[in-house]
């Protein structure tokens, strides 16, 4: 047991000198947008500024919910506090449709509206981000326009008939047509987000009806979303639940990999090990907030951890693989850094909850991947995909709007949460 703890003690320590060191001064110095308020998002390889004109709503809200947690749990001596505020009064004031309400997609760097349609993607992470930005920092701004966000998505995006939410829209909130334009499908993504929105959104308030909206989209997840036998992530859905094949929408968020007709090759039978990690802390996390024991739901949990850590760690080479069957079958060995982010985090609450050292086996091998290779030391960010075995990488920015410091920095934060708690 001694030896485990000093072990754990030095992936803590890498850790929160990576945090310390690294990640966080690479933000800290260059994100603040000192012109126009808001975040610059897009960085080189070398951390310099590429000039793409785009403020989009997921990475202004994720810099956000960032910057509020760092300054929430200690970290960034005011910096953090200071640079989340003037994301939040830039999404205010520029981003927010005061007309139909909710917040436009996408504006440019001096705020103007290129995007004005309403994703349910992005307002996941508005209620998200707004959420967490009041419990740091008390500002009531946040929890006032997350309310909002949170109604919104009641009235216009709830599928009354078969439950769940619809996720593309109109800049007024009409539902957007079938297809590419994404009205006819739901998806795991989104409802997965939803819930840790309303896990911050309640823990904020503590109402009644936040509770509620929460314990509904924890059961939708595991009766709908998750596989029935293997409790694995299933990707897209039709309306009434039938699985749809994972297709291209028409506004994305961070999906590369697709082939010429936008459709996923084994488009009915893949699952990510990263979200499927990330659904089980995400929902320990909920029940946590909600003062629900682990075990009511603990097979969901059970089988999402087993999984990613049984099929989706790289034991050769270190890491985690990107997606497979739901039945194991690995068919994607790259190395993507946000699903290294949730893995860390994910299996060490797999340690927690079922007290089995596989998941130690499992985090040091993604640990070790990520210090030793996905980590870009000239820059302190992450390289964003690798090849398998991290001799190199295949994409080099260091940020865009689907790759900010959201999965990096979190991941960070939680891990060296979970393995203060282990070693004490």
Same mark, same amino acid.
């Given at each position: 047991?001694e030896?485990?703890?000093?072990?754990?003690?030095?992936?803590?320590?890498?850790a929160h000198? @990576? !945090?310390?060191?690294?990640?966080?001064? $690479?933000w800290?110095?260059?994100?603040? =947008?000192? *012109?126009? +308020? &808001? /975040?610059?998002?897009?960085?080189d390889?070398?951390?310099?500024?590429?000039?793409?004109?785009?403020?989009?709503?997921?990475?202004?809200?994720?810099?956000?919910?960032?910057?509020?947690?760092?300054?929430?749990?200690g970290?960034?001596?005011?910096k953090?506090? @200071? !640079?989340?505020?003037?994301?939040?009064? $830039?999404?205010?004031?520029?981003?927010? =449709?005061? *007309?139909? +309400? &909710? /917040?436009?997609?996408?504006?440019?760097r001096?705020?103007?509206?290129?995007i004005?349609e309403?994703?349910?993607?992005g307002?996941?992470?508005?209620?998200?981000?707004?959420?967490?930005?009041?419990?740091?920092?008390g500002?009531?701004?946040?929890?006032?326009y997350?309310?909002k966000?949170?109604?919104?998505?009641?009235?216009y995006?709830?599928?009354?008939?078969y439950?769940?939410?619809?996720?593309?829209?109109?800049?007024?909130?009409?539902?957007?047509?079938?297809?590419?334009?994404?009205?006819d499908?739901?998806?795991?993504?989104?409802?997965?987000h939803?819930?840790?929105?309303?896990t911050?959104?309640?823990?904020?308030t503590?109402?009644?009806?936040?509770?509620?909206?929460?314990?509904?989209?924890?059961?939708?997840?595991?009766?709908?979303?998750?596989?029935?036998?293997?409790?694995t992530?299933?990707?897209?859905?039709?309306?009434?639940?039938?699985?749809?094949?994972?297709i291209?929408?028409?506004?994305?968020?961070?999906?590369?990999?697709?082939?010429?007709?936008?459709?996923?090759s084994?488009?009915?039978?893949?699952?990510?090990?990263?979200?499927?990690?990330e659904?089980?802390?995400l929902?320990m996390?909920?029940l946590?907030?909600?003062?629900?024991?682990?075990?009511t739901?603990?097979?969901?949990?059970?089988?999402?951890?087993n999984h990613?850590?049984?099929?989706?760690?790289?034991?050769?080479?270190?890491?985690?693989?990107?997606?497979g069957?739901?039945?194991?079958?690995?068919?994607?060995?790259?190395?993507?850094?946000?699903?290294?982010s949730?893995?860390?985090?994910?299996?060490?609450?797999g340690y927690?909850l079922?007290?089995d050292?596989?998941?130690?086996?499992?985090?040091?091998?993604?640990?070790r991947?990520?210090?030793?290779?996905?980590?870009?030391?000239?820059?302190?960010?992450?390289w964003?995909?690798?090849?398998?075995?991290g001799?190199?990488?295949?994409?080099?920015?260091?940020?865009?709007?689907?790759?900010?410091?959201?999965?990096?920095?979190?991941?960070?934060?939680?891990?060296?949460?979970?393995?203060?708690?282990?070693?004490?």
């Amino acid at each position: 047991m001694e030896a485990l703890k000093d072990t754990l003690n030095k992936f803590r320590e890498e850790a929160h000198q @990576h !945090l310390s060191t690294e990640l966080l001064p $690479f933000w800290f110095d260059r994100c603040e =947008d000192l *012109e126009n +308020g &808001g /975040f610059i998002t897009h960085f080189d390889q070398f951390g310099n500024d590429t000039g793409e004109d785009e403020k989009s709503l997921i990475a202004q809200s994720r810099m956000v919910y960032t910057f509020s947690s760092v300054h929430r749990a200690g970290y960034g001596a005011g910096k953090a506090e @200071h !640079l989340a505020k003037q994301g939040v009064d $830039f999404m205010l004031k520029n981003m927010w =449709d005061g *007309e139909h +309400g &909710g /917040f436009y997609w996408m504006v440019n760097r001096k705020g103007e509206v290129k995007i004005d349609e309403k994703i349910a993607y992005g307002h996941s992470f508005a209620i998200y981000s707004l959420s967490e930005y009041t419990l740091a920092t008390g500002d009531q701004r946040g929890v006032e326009y997350a309310s909002k966000v949170f109604d919104l998505l009641q009235k216009y995006a709830v599928d009354t008939h078969y439950g769940g939410y619809f996720e593309m829209f109109h800049r007024n909130w009409e539902l957007k047509g079938p297809g590419a334009a994404g009205g006819d499908r739901k998806t795991l993504d989104v409802h997965m987000h939803l819930m840790e929105a309303f896990t911050t959104l309640y823990e904020c308030t503590g109402m009644s009806l936040h509770r509620r909206k929460l314990l509904e989209v924890i059961d939708l997840l595991i009766d709908k979303i998750m596989h029935p036998q293997y409790g694995t992530g299933v990707p897209q859905f039709w309306a009434d639940w039938r699985v749809a094949p994972q297709i291209k929408f028409d506004i994305i968020w961070g999906w590369d990999r697709f082939t010429e007709d936008g459709v996923k090759s084994a488009a009915e039978d893949n699952t990510s090990y990263g979200h499927n990690a990330e659904f089980a802390w995400l929902l320990m996390h909920a029940l946590d907030v909600l003062g629900i024991p682990y075990s009511t739901y603990g097979d969901a949990l059970k089988k999402a951890l087993n999984h990613s850590a049984d099929f989706g760690v790289d034991h050769e080479f270190g890491g985690v693989y990107v997606e497979g069957s739901h039945a194991g079958e690995v068919y994607d060995r790259e190395k993507e850094f946000w699903q290294q982010s949730e893995m860390l985090i994910g299996m060490l609450d797999g340690y927690k909850l079922l007290k089995d050292e596989k998941f130690i086996k499992a985090y040091e091998a993604v640990h070790r991947f990520v210090f030793d290779k996905m980590v870009n030391k000239k820059a302190g960010e992450w390289w964003p995909l690798m090849t398998r075995d991290g001799s190199k990488p295949i994409w080099t920015h260091m940020s865009h709007s689907w790759k900010i410091n959201y999965h990096t920095v979190r991941s960070m934060v939680q891990s060296v949460k979970r393995l203060d708690s282990l070693v004490s």
